[in-house]
């Protein structure tokens, strides 16, 4: 049985008793700190880290009880064994040093099978902590990962449909709070279907892939989310930002793609373009994310409607529709 070399705090006020344990120990391998009282344990304790601590239970000022308890309160979550040392004719209490955050006991004089034994099981359930936390920080890790997997389009490493939603709901509630404008935009490849019809489902993947890229590079304010919406639908979500700011998004998105010029025969265009839907409130307790899309979604069918590669506003459609409405009443 061999307990590995510990740095081992002994705090013990009676220089015999401190200077016999102390050689025990160092016989032992061990390396030994010595602390005369609590308040010289406590700065010791802060200062050398020990592995574990022999604490006398009767010491001048404050007790070996107190002693632990502010050790207990200063490691926070950490763990270090502490075994005290009492005498046999003072009884030791032995509830109140564990309630003190006490691990074990042993009665002096300590006998060194006993004291080695006790170091050495101490020990083992120590080692086993560190594996058990370790254990639970890999275990913490890979759930981090598999949600953040979770939450992500393969294909285009875009936010998937879950993380829309989740983001979209998420977006409202704060918008709603700061009394923010909250814009969303749905966009649409256009005439994808003819595009993988001609060029067959990798190519289309490949356009899938770039548009995803373009989406990433104008995503760039740390609030904003881009994802893809279904299979070639993507959407932003844009927190905080008002029409004219989405309106700006929108045109950098056809910027781009624009001068990447991806060939498209079937289009009109000539190369693959996208149409949008964008919408902007300023929502309440009463706004929901459905709401939003399918403001978006209506805004989106009008863009298709009005020829492709184009956005439309769905606010400014009802602006517009409003003032026909006034200009005609009076
Ligand atoms: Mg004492």
């Avoid at 080692?127 to 979770?150: F, G, K």
């Avoid at 300023?282 to 399918?294: E, R």
């Amino acid at each position: 049985m061999s307990t590995p070399a510990l740095n081992i705090l002994l705090v013990e006020d009676q220089a015999s008793m401190r200077q016999a344990l102390a050689i025990q120990l160092r016989k032992q391998g061990h390396r030994v700190i010595e602390a005369e009282d609590g308040q010289q344990a406590l700065s010791l304790f802060w200062s050398e880290h020990p592995d574990l601590i022999l604490m006398d239970v009767v010491l001048p000022k404050e007790d070996g009880y107190w002693t632990a308890q502010q050790i207990r309160l200063l490691e926070g979550s950490d763990w270090t064994p502490i075994i005290f040392l009492s005498s046999r004719d003072t009884e030791l209490d032995l509830q109140k040093g564990i309630e003190a955050g006490g691990d074990d006991y042993l009665f002096k004089p300590t006998s060194p099978v006993v004291l080695s034994a006790k170091l050495h099981a101490l020990t083992r359930l120590q080692r086993m902590r560190m594996q058990l936390i370790e254990t639970s920080e890999a275990l913490r890790e890979a759930n981090e990962r598999l949600s953040h997997l979770s939450m992500l389009d393969e294909l285009t490493q875009l936010g998937n449909r879950r993380s829309f939603d989740e983001k979209l709901h998420l977006s409202v509630k704060n918008c709603a709070r700061d009394q923010q404008p909250l814009s969303l935009f749905l966009c649409d490849v256009d005439l994808f279907k003819a595009y993988n019809d001609r060029h067959g489902h990798i190519q289309g993947d490949a356009c899938l892939k770039e548009i995803g890229q373009v989406f990433r590079s104008v995503c760039q304010r740390p609030q904003d989310h881009a994802a893809r919406y279904g299979g070639e639908e993507f959407a932003l979500i844009l927190p905080n930002t008002p029409r004219s700011g989405a309106m700006t998004f929108a045109r950098a998105l056809q910027n781009m793609l624009a001068r990447l010029s991806l060939s498209h025969p079937d289009s009109p265009f000539g190369c693959v373009t996208l149409s949008g839907g964008i919408t902007t409130i300023v929502p309440d307790a009463t706004t929901n994310a459905q709401q939003l899309v399918m403001r978006a979604d209506q805004a989106l069918y009008n863009a298709k409607a009005k020829g492709r590669n184009c956005y439309f506003s769905f606010e400014m459609q009802m602006d517009t529709y409003e003032q026909l409405q006034s200009v005609h009443g009076r």
